[in-house]
């Protein structure tokens, strides 16, 4: 065994979670978002396994979608950041892309080419991200637009939701109104749900749906767990136990000293740290799972190791496997103790991480 850090990437669980989306949104088409690889999990891992499942795919930017195409993927490839450059959206025509399109200076550079072959686009409206969009406004005279270019097709509608993963904010709901109010008279098709709108506001499910977080098995409430979604993690990140040691009441552990031993107590040190993106910030007592129990992190974080409190450890022995996130300890209950989200995690695992998938 070379590299003893490994992401297990389990493709049941991915394509249970795909279900759980098609259950909750049965009329809707899925754009099934891979942006950030995967979010972390591998294009060449997750594409594959949902390519004859899903409508499209979407990322964020060009380079991504190229790998796409050379991984065989024939379905729409949906580019979620747009274009700036021309060349770009020469590329984009090339590859019969459909990028966003949330700005002026897009329709001008449509305006100025002739590309190769019309594209698809999406016209994004801001309903209350202030990210990417136009306002409410504009949106007639950019559709308008649109529609007279002839290098554009097919027009879709697009919005985006920030403060869905708390159902009780009336926000959503309040996008979800303008966004009808905006596209009624048009035969179009609109996308407003990310995870959070699949779940739990059935009124945005509208033609596409846009799962993320939700396929690879996180909840993307702040009140409701991925069990409760019936989501089942996809990524299992586990790291060998390296050394047990003994130490003596009043020991202080690893840099800065910021845990000392109240007591003696044998502690276990285990291969992995922030070089494979375990997160550096994960406070004192996240759960780390050794042999189905869970033990508390000490001290802070290393580059390549870390150290757990084995007090109630009976039978831990150098070279047992342990889960950082992922089955039986949810990814999100990590990011908690580390102050971020379960995606941050997922998408920060390093390089010299093994990924290997499970049927
Ligand atoms: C990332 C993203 C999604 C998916 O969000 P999840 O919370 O991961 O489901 C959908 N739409 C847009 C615009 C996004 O940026």
């Not at 700036?84 to 700005?103: G, K, R, T």
């Not at 050794?290 to 831990?316: H, S, T």
């Amino acid at each position: 065994m070379t590299s003893p850090v490994t992401a297990y990437i389990d493709t049941k669980a991915l394509l249970n979670n795909l279900n759980v989306a098609k259950k909750q949104a049965p009329g809707a088409k899925i754009l099934a978002m891979v942006k950030a690889n995967a979010y972390g999990h591998g294009l060449e891992n997750v594409v594959p396994v949902l390519h004859d499942h899903v409508d499209a795919f979407a990322v964020a930017r060009l380079d991504p979608a190229l790998q796409l195409r050379s991984l065989n993927v024939t379905k729409p490839i949906v580019i979620m950041a747009g274009f700036y450059l021309l060349e770009q959206l020469d590329i984009i025509s090339a590859n019969n892309f459909e990028p966003l399109v949330h700005n002026e200076l897009q329709l001008e550079l449509l305006n100025k080419t002739t590309l190769i072959n019309p594209i698809n686009v999406w016209l994004k409206v801001d309903t209350g991200m202030s990210r990417l969009g136009f306002l409410a406004k504009d949106v007639e005279r950019v559709y308008q637009h649109l529609v007279a270019c002839p290098n554009v097709a097919k027009i879709g509608f697009m919005t985006h939701f920030p403060d869905a993963d708390d159902i009780a904010k009336p926000i959503t709901e309040n996008q979800i109104v303008a966004f009808a109010e905006l596209t009624k008279d048009l035969k179009v098709d609109r996308s407003l749900a990310k995870s959070a709108g699949v779940l739990g506001f059935p009124s945005s499910h509208a033609e596409w749906i846009r799962p993320g977080i939700m396929l690879y098995g996180a909840s993307p409430f702040i009140h409701k767990t991925a069990e409760e979604l019936d989501l089942q993690p996809v990524m299992t990140l586990k790291a060998p136990v390296i050394a047990l040691r003994d130490l003596a009441k009043g020991t202080a552990v690893g840099y800065g000293g910021t845990f000392v031993c109240p007591e003696d107590m044998r502690i276990a040190v285990i291969g992995i740290g922030y070089g494979d993106g375990y997160p550096r910030h994960a406070k004192q007592g996240t759960p780390i799972l050794i042999n189905g129990k869970r033990f508390p992190l000490i001290g802070r974080v290393c580059m390549d190791m870390l150290m757990v409190d084995l007090r109630d450890g009976l039978e831990v022995n150098i070279g047992d496997q342990v889960t950082l996130w992922g089955k039986d300890l949810p990814a999100r209950e990590v990011a908690i103790c580390a102050e971020t989200v379960a995606y941050e995690l997922y998408c920060s695992v390093s390089k010299r991480v093994k990924f290997e998938v499970i049927q």
